[in-house]
């Protein structure tokens, strides 16, 4: 049974820091595409960071370019987000998810664009909330 066991959300101030973790288990962990979402409350779920566990690359939302950097441990089947200079507009709750087996889209750019899919992504953590305050 494939369980994504996420942590590390909290409150803080803007400018401040966060760091998420993945811990994933009953899945094959080498070689996917992992990657962090966030839903806003009204907002549809959005794409923050992936990272391609073969070999590490990582790609991210122009928003979070800079601020946040996601890592793997792979001795500990576990992702990490970074969060950094935090800002009012990264409150949400971030969710952590491993894409469909050989679906590797998330973890690609077309045409200089990146955008991952919800619907590539098959199995999902409980999530955890990220609150920024101004």
């Known amino acids: 049974q494939v369980q994504l066991v996420e942590s590390g959300g909290g409150s803080v101030q803007a400018g401040g820091s966060l760091r998420l973790s993945c811990a994933a288990s009953?899945?094959?962990?080498?070689?996917?595409?992992m990657g962090w979402f966030r839903q806003a409350p009204g907002k549809e779920r959005e794409g923050v960071a992936t990272?391609?566990?073969?070999?590490?690359?990582?790609l991210y939302a122009d928003s979070v370019k800079g601020r946040f950097t996601i890592s793997q441990d792979n001795a500990k089947n576990t992702v990490y987000l970074q969060m950094n200079s935090l800002k009012p507009e990264d409150t949400a709750m971030y969710y952590c998810?491993?894409?469909?087996?050989?679906?590797?889209?998330?973890?690609?750019?077309?045409?200089?664009?990146?955008?991952?899919?919800?619907?590539?992504?098959?199995?999902w953590g409980q999530g955890t909330q990220v609150t920024v305050s101004s």
């Open positions: 990272i391609y566990t073969g070999s590490g690359s990582t």
């Open positions: 998810a491993i894409s469909h087996p050989g679906v590797l889209r998330g973890c690609l750019r077309y045409g200089g664009h990146w955008s991952p899919l919800v619907g590539d992504f098959g199995y």
């Open positions: 009953g899945y094959s962990y080498r070689s996917n595409c």
